[in-house]
């Protein structure tokens, strides 16, 4: 029993704390003309970028469950944004727990939905701190129009004050304008620039920090404002790794699954993915990596 409790120590003692930003909606196209900042890093080689072939359907609450299960719809079967259950699978929050590690996400409740309990309770889930749910602190909100000022300042509180191992940030200010205006809209372009500004703002802060810091996005959007097929605009999203275990540079030459997201961050927490986890980290990602099945 000794020398299991000295190698749980050893494990949280070497666990990597990772930061993940999901921009909902932010195509790999709008992102590459409108994220200046994450762009300037790549041209400077202080992070890497791949382009992503998202999974199908490309919505909402099915690929909040395939990013962070690595599994695709058939599997976990989160078949629509109506199909309202919680996951029973293992996730990056669940892997991260059983390795004596802290989570926490401000996020839109779908994810207290799919991750802790179904259902989400406006009156009193809204913040949950150091909870034993597999989020064990979350600040939640159900309005698409959450401003990304508001957002962003949540997660940022939650990593001061909660230090979580791996802290989720979840925008929809994207997401909304698409609907609203669709893609190449003045309103839609402009909603990522200003989660740009937002992530700019703390991304040096998070690095000082120690924390590896992946952004990505869900899905796209069309022009119509309309997401959910199999089209570029609708599939095609950008993945930013900043992170020294990750080799920089561009490797937007051909596309990554979407399946990848799961394994690359249990990869950067330094926790053991799931064996459900079908997809294989792209060897460029790092200098010395074996391919995780």
Known sequence: ?????????????????????????????????????????????KGAKYKVKGELPSLSRPMYATLLTGTPVFSHG?????????????????????????????????????????????????????????INSGIYYWDDTYPDSHLFADGEFLRQNQNPDFLLIHSMAIDDQGHKHGSGSKEYEEAIAIAGHMIANLLPTWRAAGYHVVVTADHGINELGIHGGNDCAQRDVPLYIFSDQVSAGRFENQYI????????LCWLLDIEPSPDMMAEIPINMADAISLIP
């Open 78 to 134: 989160i078949t629509t944004n109506d199909t309202l259950r919680t996951l029973d699978c293992d996730n990056v929050f669940s892997l991260c727990q059983k390795q004596g590690g802290k989570t926490a996400a401000a996020a839109y409740h779908w994810f207290g939905e799919l991750y802790n309990h179904i259902p989400f309770r406006i009156d009193r889930e809204r913040i949950q701190l150091q909870s034993s749910e597999t």
């Open 257 to 264: 699954s979407q399946l990848c997201i799961a394994p690359l």
């Open 1 to 45: 029993l000794g020398d299991v409790y000295k190698r749980q120590l050893l494990k949280e003692a070497s666990m990597k704390k990772t930061i993940f930003v999901l921009l909902d909606a932010c195509q790999y196209e709008a992102g590459t003309r409108n994220l200046g900042y994450l762009e300037h890093l790549i041209d400077y080689k």
